[in-house]
């Protein structure tokens, strides 16, 4: 064995692993979570060193020059060379690296010896690819168990009980009263038809963010940047609407540019938008390096696999969920995730969505804490809208912390913007753009 995995070892790391523990005692329990026996140490030395530390830790005395030379017959110098280390911080880093080179020398032996009966049909090597298994998995694994403390977690669960620091809101009241908030480490859903408001809403929520002081990440897949940003604009001008700045921006430019600096002051450093990251990878790379509160990702259908990945579209989404579902918890950030409504709800009478509306429905509905659905009842019979032109329904399906309904906030469609009632919808329209019918 040890001619084929002769270079599988580092001297040095094995070297720091005993010397840490001459110089600090206690290190032992630290490299024993990934040393469990003698054989992880490569040179022959280290490996009896190791085993007279063991014997010592058992019998209860103390892990030293003077006890370790007393089991093993002239040590002494070697072992004033392996106090020579600059420090015990880096202990369990090296620990690690002693435990993966061990397991790598198994798996070459493990293999090879795979390799010599595999040829014959009638050697069993049922118990070897075992082996092969548990080795494999015990690299992919290096982390020792984790601990719990129940006391952290009682302190943790305080906190988030009465900070509230846990909990984000969207800011706006009808909708809050009902999901209280969106927790971080989970996700939200927001989906509706085309036209009714889904990526105006989540736009509203994110500048809502943006201005309380969260940190937004924006994955913008359905339209560009360029697009989004001027429903920012429309939110933070008075008098301007998204039409006037897709086709007549010229004639409100001194406007325009007011809301541009309100955007670049209240904005920079907090709001972040992408339109051209089409895979997960991309997408979860940006996430771990700009460290956002919020993530928001519209929409999660466009989101782009290999072009060998012949899955179809649902396990896709089910994928794409899971994933951010893992990612969440691991940044400690809320995600909202924007999804389309399949068509079976333009086939009823009544066309207020329901969780069965969800395209891929299964996945989504599995892996989110809530999903809210935007009904714009103008859109589909205006004649008959409760609320006219400035009513848009949030209907909460799912709230696995709380509550479900439906929330009534105010719309101007106009100018891209949700308010928290209809009479402030109409009263900021009447007030910003007089002689507009209601």
């Known amino acids: 064995m040890q001619e084929s995995v002769g270079g599988i070892f580092s001297d040095d790391a094995e070297r720091a692993v005993l010397g840490s523990i001459i110089l600090k005692d206690e290190c032992f329990d630290v490299v024993k979570e990934y040393i469990v026996e003698s054989d992880a140490f490569y040179v022959e030395k280290n490996k009896k060193i190791w085993e007279a530390m063991t014997e010592l830790k058992s019998e209860n005395i103390p892990i030293d020059i003077v006890n370790i030379s007393s089991k093993i017959k002239g040590i002494t110098y070697y072992l004033s060379g392996l106090s020579e280390i600059p420090s015990t911080a880096n202990v369990e880093s090296y620990a690690k690296q002693v435990n993966s080179d061990w397991l790598r020398r198994k798996l070459v032996s493990q293999s090879h010896e795979i390799a010599k009966k595999a040829y014959d049909n009638n050697n069993d090597i049922s ?40 909990l984000t809101t969207t800011g706006f009241t009808p909708i809050d009263n009902i999901i209280s908030g969106m927790t971080r480490g989970e996700i939200t859903i927001f989906a509706g038809r085309p036209g009714n408001a889904k990526t ?30 001027k429903k920012f604009i429309a939110m933070e001008s008075e008098g301007i609407t998204y039409h006037m700045l897709r086709h007549s921006a010229v004639t409100s430019k001194s406007e325009i ?10 904005y920079t ?11 997960l990878e991309g997408t979860f790379r940006e996430i771990r390096r700009i460290k956002p509160d919020v993530v928001i990702d519209d929409h999660i259908g466009l989101i782009e696999y290999p072009s060998n990945d012949m899955r179809d579209l649902r396990l896709k989404i089910g994928d794409t969920s899971r994933r951010y579902k893992w990612l969440c918890k691991s940044e400690q950030l ?105």
């Open 127 to 166: 118990s070897l690819l075992v082996n092969v298994h548990d080795t494999t998995s015990s690299l992919l694994n290096l982390e020792p168990g984790q601990k719990f403390d129940l006391d952290t977690l009682l302190s943790m669960t305080k906190d988030s009980l009465f900070s509230k620091r846990n």
């Open 200 to 229: 105006t809403t989540v736009a509203n929520i994110a500048r809502n963010l943006v201005l309380s002081g969260k940190k937004v990440v924006m994955f913008n897949r359905e339209m560009p940047n360029t697009e989004m940003m």
């Open 257 to 266: 540019e007011k809301s541009l600096n309100i955007i670049k002051e209240k």
């Open 269 to 279: 450093d907090k709001l972040f938008m992408f339109d051209n990251i089409r895979n």
């Open 334 to 438: 809320s995600v909202i995730l924007v999804s389309q409504l399949n068509r079976n709800i333009e086939y009823r009478t009544e066309r207020i969505p329901k969780l069965s509306d969800l395209a891929e429905s299964g996945n989504l509905e599995q892996d989110a804490e809530i999903v809210a659905f935007t009904h714009y009842p103008w859109t589909v019979n205006f004649e008959n809208a409760k609320h006219g032109k400035y009513g848009l329904d949030i209907v909460v399906a799912k709230n696995r912390y709380g509550s479900t309904g439906k929330a009534t906030v105010g719309f101007s469609p106009d100018c891209c913007t949700l308010y928290d009632t209809v009479e402030e919808a109409e009263a900021s329209v009447a007030k910003e753009m007089p002689g507009v019918p209601f």
